[in-house]
């Protein structure tokens, strides 16, 4: 039991750590890059430099993608618990997903059949949406509809999640959640999901995917309701 506590109050302390990092690396992370750009603007550098800035440039995209996918809203302050509205939250995802939306001719479609609430860390829950929402819409390199439905089901909160995106097949989905598991080489980092199906299950919830190669993909999200 001893050991347990141990375990679990290391392992705050490394989330607090994780955060704290993030917190403080992204602000000189934005600023290397946006040098980086003005070096690439210069038409008069040698070409071996040239190639050099635009390197390190794809580097720090990798390094903030990383952050980005594990830590976007992780304060450095422990986990608070609250009583969230799924619809309100499901509101605050799509303004922020929005402009990655509109870029690669994603409809957004929302539709609240219940509004409930549920027990969490907000900015955790944050993450969860948001890491489902970006894989949808990088799944969709040709536009389509990104739809969320909210329902009950006995004392559950159900959130649905799907895409007309290129889907996956029935291995890829067995690997989902496996650390460093993308299909994006470069351009992905493999941990999205991972922190998804962390983050639901310490909140007490589930999370199940289906997918079809070619038709799309929807996931589908179901907590305890509160109260
Ligand atoms: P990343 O997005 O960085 O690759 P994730 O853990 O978020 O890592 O996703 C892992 C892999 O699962 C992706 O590379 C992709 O191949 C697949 N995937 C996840 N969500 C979807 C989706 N909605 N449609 C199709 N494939 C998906
Ligand atoms: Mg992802």
């Known amino acids: 039991l001893q050991l347990g506590a141990i375990k679990n109050e290391k392992m705050e302390i490394v989330s607090h750590l994780a955060a704290s ?3 403080e690396v992204r602000n000189p992370l934005t600023s290397v890059k946006g040098f980086l750009q003005l070096i690439l603007e210069h038409r008069d550098i040698p070409d071996n430099c040239q190639q050099y800035a635009s390197l390190a440039l794809d ?7 990383i952050i980005n996918d594990y830590l976007t809203f992780a304060k450095p302050h422990p986990e608070v618990l609250v009583t969230l509205d799924i619809e309100k939250e499901i509101l605050k995802c799509k303004e922020i997903i929005g402009p990655l939306a509109l870029k690669n001719s994603v409809n957004m479609n929302m539709v609240f059949f219940h509004t409930t609430k549920i027990q969490g860390d907000p900015n955790k829950f944050r993450q969860v949406l948001l890491n489902i929402c970006k894989n949808a819409i990088e ?10 439905v909210t329902t009950t089901n006995d004392n559950k ?3 649905h ?39 639901v299950e310490g909140m007490g919830g589930s999370v199940k995917v289906s997918s ?6 929807s996931i589908i999200l179901s907590f305890p309701t509160a109260g």
């Open 21 to 23: 990092i993030s917190h």
């Open 139 to 148: 799944a969709m390199p040709k536009g389509g509809t990104l739809s969320i």
């Open 212 to 217: 079809e190669e070619q038709f799309g993909t």
């Open 59 to 65: 580097e720090t995209v990798r390094a903030a993608d």
């Open 157 to 159: 909160t159900v959130v």
């Open 161 to 199: 999640i799907a895409d007309t995106g290129q889907g996956m097949s029935p291995e890829h989905v067995a690997r989902l959640g496996e650390p460093y598991f993308s299909l994006k080489e470069q351009k992905g980092t493999g941990l999205g999901m991972m922190v998804v199906f962390r983050i």
